[in-house]
């Protein structure tokens, strides 16, 4: 009897020590529940969606050109006499770069001056003889026959000094091209006969290339061609500012490997084969540093997007599944969602797909939120440069700072977040 009663003691024992422990972990649970319950909500500047228009500044790769180029090519037969230019120096245009056998076309040109000279005494001859013709004709003492052979005289004589004036022209334009001039101004090649050698006409001599201003031809996605195009019908659009840059080496870090230029022509139809529409720009080179045959990168600032969803770049962190963003749901806790990226400029991503005019987007204190805090939103202010360090989007006034780039991108009001933080406290 002793062994059952305490058999039944050692039992309930065992069964009050599991109940102690039950109670136990169900008011750790509570205590648990209470403390999450208690956690404040975490301030983040909240950016409420709105589709506005985003200046980009895209780049394309291009290589210098130079339309203008011109070959210096011989007009005349004869020996290369001279050459008047350094290899690889700029010269004027009408500079002269060569001469060729000057002592022939001089003498060519001495002997047609004679041949006019000789011409204009016979045709002042044949002209008196056809008045005193003329005069006899008249008073019945010649026939009509012999007038009309002085007639005939004079005008041949007229004729071959029309014909000795010509070849005196002739051989005075061989005698010019003897020396051959720069028909551009621009950096002249090396040279591609040299002095002393025998020439013919249409040998090529050497080369002059234009090197200010330059051009540069490059195409554009079809995309960007249209928004351009559509930038450019604007009268209250920002206009496009086109630059020109390549670096090289450490000089890059001293010397200005930059020019500012005017984008003149955009084409008129998409290149089937590479859905791109060709571009030019044109730019001035006054201190001869960029050269055609050159690869450089030309840039388009601002070139608009219309109407767009775009995010901060902070906003925007790498998931499981690819990119996400924090939301704001409409009971102040926090939600990611996965999104579709596009174009990212100036801090901002485009975003085409995921999210919605309204969404509200988390952009500060990222790295320290999770799907399910509780969210004291602030307004978002404006920066995109790098992760706020004020998260409540207050200056030193306490007023609200203004949102850059001219954007329509707000965060909540003051007054909704304090009603937000009244109704959070009142559920806690």
Request: glycine share 8%; aromatic share 6%.
């Amino acid at each position: 009897m002793n062994q059952k009663f305490a058999r039944r003691v050692q039992g309930w024992s065992l069964i009050g020590v599991f109940a102690l422990l039950l109670v136990a972990c169900g008011g750790n649970d509570d205590e648990q529940e209470e403390q999450q319950q208690e956690s404040p909500p975490k301030q983040a500047q909240v950016q409420t969606l709105e589709p506005f228009d985003l200046e980009l500044d895209k780049t394309y790769p291009a290589m210098v050109r130079s339309d203008r180029s011109v070959n210096i090519i011989a007009r005349v037969d004869g020996t290369l006499e001279q050459q008047h230019y350094r290899a690889g120096g700029i010269v004027e245009k009408g500079d002269i770069l060569f001469t060729i056998e000057k002592d022939t076309y001089q003498a060519a040109v001495a002997q047609a001056q004679a041949d006019l000279q000789s011409a204009r005494a016979s045709a002042s001859e044949a002209q008196r003889d056809y008045e005193r013709y003329q005069r006899l004709y008249q008073n019945g003492s010649i026939s009509q026959q012999q007038r009309d052979q002085a007639l005939s005289q004079r005008d041949t004589s007229k004729a071959a000094v029309a014909q000795a004036q010509a070849s005196l022209e002739s051989t005075q334009i061989d005698l010019n091209y003897t020396d051959v001039k720069a028909p551009v101004a621009g950096q002249v090649s090396l040279n591609d006969v040299n002095v002393g050698n025998y020439v013919a006409r249409q040998t090529q001599l050497a080369e002059v290339t234009p090197v200010d201003p330059l051009e540069v031809r490059f195409s554009l996605p079809q995309s960007d061609a249209f928004a351009l195009r559509r930038q450019r019908q604007m009268d209250d659009a920002p206009n496009v500012n086109v630059e020109l840059d390549f670096p090289y080496g450490d000089d890059s870090a001293t010397t200005d490997t930059s020019l500012t230029g005017d984008l003149d022509f955009l084409g008129a139809r998409v290149d089937e084969s590479t859905s791109t529409v060709q571009a030019r720009a044109v730019f001035e080179n006054p201190q001869n540093l960029f050269l055609p045959g050159q690869f450089v990168r030309v840039k388009l600032r601002n070139l608009m997007r219309f109407h767009v969803l775009a995010v901060p770049e902070i906003a925007v962190t790498e998931g499981l599944k690819g990119p996400q963003v924090m939301l704001v749901n409409d009971d102040g806790e926090a939600q990611s969602r996965f999104i579709t990226m596009g174009e990212q400029a100036r801090g901002w991503v485009i975003v085409p797909e995921g999210l919605e005019k309204g969404d509200r987007v988390v952009v500060s204190n990222i790295g320290s939120i999770s799907a399910g805090d509780k969210i004291d939103a602030q307004p978002f202010d404006g920066n995109v440069d790098s992760e706020p360090d004020n998260p409540s989007g207050l200056d030193a006034s306490g007023a609200n700072k203004s949102a850059g780039q001219g954007t329509s991108v707000s965060g909540e009001t003051d007054q909704t977040s304090a009603d937000e933080r009244s109704s959070n406290s009142s559920d806690n």
